[in-house]
């Protein structure tokens, strides 16, 4: 009887567990909304607004024709969220509230520098540390295979590495066995430093084809480390992290380039061979031209060409039917390091066969924040009381289900010494600054912004004309490009007076201060 028992409660855990669906999180960088086909509307008045047009800003850059087909199809044969932000605007700070399911100033790290009740400023940190729970530590313990493949901006500072570029003189000297021997010598070391960290208690049972930053951007070699996870989990559940370096300020950059980087280079030390995976950045500019589409837009191609790769991998094995796959981005490119849309809202859909109404959408207000309580759910788990603080589930919006009775009619955004509240159709911005801070923007006029105090806040004065002013107020409806501050109108008291109250009900909850709130 005893082992009759062992047996049939092993037979019901594999049968729960077989049932769990894999996932599969994509998760591009500075992705912004009109790099999307399906969230393309955000082009036409960036060309045209007045602000760009008087300041000329991006005018001559922006087009909204992309060639993203394996991203079309996730939006084609899923849901898309028309109204997803991420809950801080850089790098570290959105990827924190992913993978925590807290918000950025919550940040265990940060607290060390900026101790609860003082005013915090909030720029590339936090980082996790390793004491601290998160969605991929909750989904191991629900029989997950975890990993993460890409770029981790996380790391404490003392485990923080910035990756090499090789050298002018190290390139010239390909011949000189010393120079090229010196070089992968010094990505191992750091590669072993930084990233195998990262297995020691952070949830993660595969961590591989790291790159700290956008320095290294060898697509091929990260997209054969994605491929190689799911081939090797695809007996059990699995949770595979991409967080892709690219496009990463698609419009500020010339990704001609790309093709200038040695191919053999990576993180972890140099490739005997150049690894081909993915079709060459000549091949995409081509079918780019062919299409119609601006060579500025071309690294969009190239990410989508890795998206494509992920999802046959996932046909090849029969397990697309079995897979939740996400694609977002961590935050926008016009309006970076701020809580303005063109940084906070990015493009979101989930393709969920069986499951997902395909070419269905969804307009709940939702950060990336809630991600975390979403997948736990939806992995069968209740998410633990340290881990996804901020986090509610929209697994009911996901599965076309009427919305939850306590889902939130307005959400927090953060960025330095900026603090937003979005609702349905307004947006209230808050800048606080220390006196430090106010001091050095006095003395340094132009070069010391909200943000913090050395920080040039990717220009965003330039595309934003209540930069400089405390209090923000924009009706998203009327002006979603946020041109037109209404703030200091008598009519709108009584709605600026309403998203100062929410904005305070949020500072109450947070471990810091934030001015009069």
């Known amino acids: 009887m005893k082992y009759f028992l062992i047996s049939f409660f092993w037979l019901i855990t594999c049968l729960i567990t077989s049932a769990r669906p894999n996932i599969v999180l994509l998760y591009a960088d500075d992705l912004d909304a009109d790099e999307i086909n399906y969230t393309a509307d955000m082009v036409d008045i960036w060309a045209t607004h007045s602000g760009a047009k008087k300041k000329r800003f991006w005018s001559k850059r922006i087009d909204s024709k992309v060639l993203t087909p394996h991203i079309d199809s996730l939006a084609e044969g899923g849901i898309l969220f028309t109204r997803f932000y991420v809950n801080g605007t850089v790098c570290t700070s959105s990827r924190y509230c992913l993978l925590t399911g807290r918000y950025a100033t919550r940040g265990a790290d940060l607290l060390k520098d900026y101790p609860a009740g003082t005013h915090c400023t909030l720029e590339w940190r936090p980082d996790i540390l390793r004491e601290e729970n998160s969605l991929p530590k909750e989904l191991q313990r629900l029989g997950y295979r975890t990993g993460i493949i890409g770029k981790w901006h996380n790391l404490p500072e003392e485990k923080s590495i910035g990756m090499p570029k090789m050298k002018k003189e190290e390139k010239e000297a390909n011949a000189s066995y010393d120079a090229v021997v010196m070089f992968e010598e010094k990505l191992k070391k750091q590669y072993t430093a930084g990233f195998n960290y990262l297995s020691e208690g952070f949830g993660w049972d595969v961590v591989d084809r790291m790159e700290w930053g956008n320095s290294i951007v060898n697509l091929d070699w990260q997209c054969e480390g994605a491929l190689n996870f799911i081939e090797e989990s695809r007996d059990q559940p699995f949770f595979l992290y ?204 132009g070069e010391v912004f909200w943000t913090g105090l050395d920080h040039h806040n990717y220009q965003n004065e330039r595309m934003y004309p209540s930069f400089w002013e405390a209090d923000q107020l924009f009706d998203l409806k009327e002006d979603p490009y946020e041109q037109n501050n209404l703030a200091g109108n008598s009519k709108y008291a009584d709605r600026l007076r309403a998203m100062q109250s929410k904005l305070s009900k949020y500072i109450q909850n947070m471990p810091h201060t934030f001015g009069e709130f």
């Open 242 to 445: 991409c967080a892709l370096p690219v496009p990463h300020g698609q419009y500020s950059f010339d990704y001609n380039q790309i093709e200038t980087y040695d191919k053999r280079v990576t993180s972890k030390g140099l490739l005997l061979e150049p690894m081909d995976l993915l079709p060459s950045m000549d091949n995409v500019l081509q079918r780019c031209k062919k299409a119609g589409v601006s060579k500025k837009n071309a690294m969009a191609t190239r990410m989508d060409d890795y998206v494509g790769a992920v999802l046959n991998k996932l046909d090849e094995l029969r397990l697309r039917e079995k897979t939740i796959v996400i694609f977002t981005s961590d935050h926008g490119s016009r309006g970076k390091n701020s809580v303005y849309e063109g940084g906070a809202k990015v493009p979101m859909m989930i393709e969920w066969p069986g499951m997902v109404e395909a070419a269905s959408s969804c307009d709940s207000l939702i950060g990336n924040v809630d991600i975390t309580a979403t997948l736990i759910e939806l992995a069968g788990g209740i998410p633990a009381s340290d881990v996804g603080e901020d986090s509610l589930s929209f697994a009911r919006q996901l599965t076309g289900k009427p919305e939850a009775k306590n889902w939130r009619d307005c959400m927090l955004i953060e960025a330095g010494n900026s603090k937003g509240v979005v609702s349905r159709d307004w947006k209230y911005i808050a800048n606080r600054v220390t006196p430090q801070i106010e001091a050095a923007m006095t003395a340094r006029p």
